[in-house]
């Protein structure tokens, strides 16, 4: 199975700032990374897919960028919105894996 | 609206059986893969099985594999998980997930239902 690792853990940020998580893959996925937005206690939801596309109804505040094996997503400023978990997603194979998270905390 | 209504959690002794249903509605069911994902108390995601329009393709991670049996009913609009030998380290909230019908990405996801595996 294709590993996923994102760092950090976790994140402390205030509000405004520019947040920055990166995703590295075991192997070529090609561009076919998502990343989700995960808040307490409810479903995660979709923010980026190929890598770089922002669903329709995201704000322009997020961004993908890929390098070879490294995805990174980016938050231009931080909204109180968006304090919430991050999870990017391989979905190169029918074998899915996910990223084990990264918590955005108030700092 | 598009959306996705899990049921059949509950707590469950080891070694038992139970099965998940996800009732779809908003969408033409008939046309989209669909996927289980699950998320242990705590924990990360998980992807746990997919299946396709006409169940003649499934695919499982390994630790499920020959345990859990994902499958779907076009004319309910009805995604199921029929999870047997259940272990503790099963216990997790599930989600229903759709997989967007040109990206393969987890478009849509149900509120989930919460699976307790303890004796």
């Known amino acids: 199975d294709i590993q996923m690792t994102q760092s950090p853990s976790t994140l402390s940020a205030s509000v405004g700032d520019r947040v920055t998580i990166t995703c590295r893959a075991s192997?070529?996925?090609?561009?076919?990374l998502a990343w989700y937005q995960q808040k307490p206690g409810k479903a995660p939801k979709l923010l980026i897919y190929e890598a770089s596309s922002l669903k329709t109804g995201v704000p322009s505040r997020f961004s993908g960028s890929a390098s070879g094996t490294e995805f990174t997503l980016t938050i231009s400023s931080l909204q109180p919105d968006d304090f919430a978990t991050y999870y990017c997603q391989q979905y190169s194979t029918f074998w899915k894996t996910f990223g084990q998270g990264t918590k955005v905390e108030i700092k | 609206e598009v959306q996705l209504v899990e049921s059949g959690g509950g707590l469950f002794q080891p070694g038992g059986s139970l099965r998940l249903s996800c009732a779809a509605s908003?969408?033409?069911?008939?046309?989209?893969?669909m996927a289980w994902v699950r998320q242990a108390p705590g924990k990360g995601l998980e992807w746990v099985a997919t299946i396709n329009q006409d169940e003649s393709e499934k695919y499982y991670m390994d630790s499920v594999k020959g345990r859990f049996t994902v499958s779907r009913d076009n004319g309910k609009n009805s995604l199921y998980l029929q999870m047997n030998s259940l272990r503790a380290e099963d216990t997790a909230v599930y989600y229903c997930?759709?997989?967007?019908?040109?990206?393969?990405?987890?478009?849509?996801w149900g509120r989930g239902t919460m699976v307790t595996i303890s004796s």
């Open positions: 908003g969408f033409t069911f008939s046309n989209f893969w």
């Open positions: 997930v759709r997989e967007h019908i040109l990206y393969y990405v987890f478009d849509i």
């Open positions: 192997q070529s996925v090609s561009n076919w």
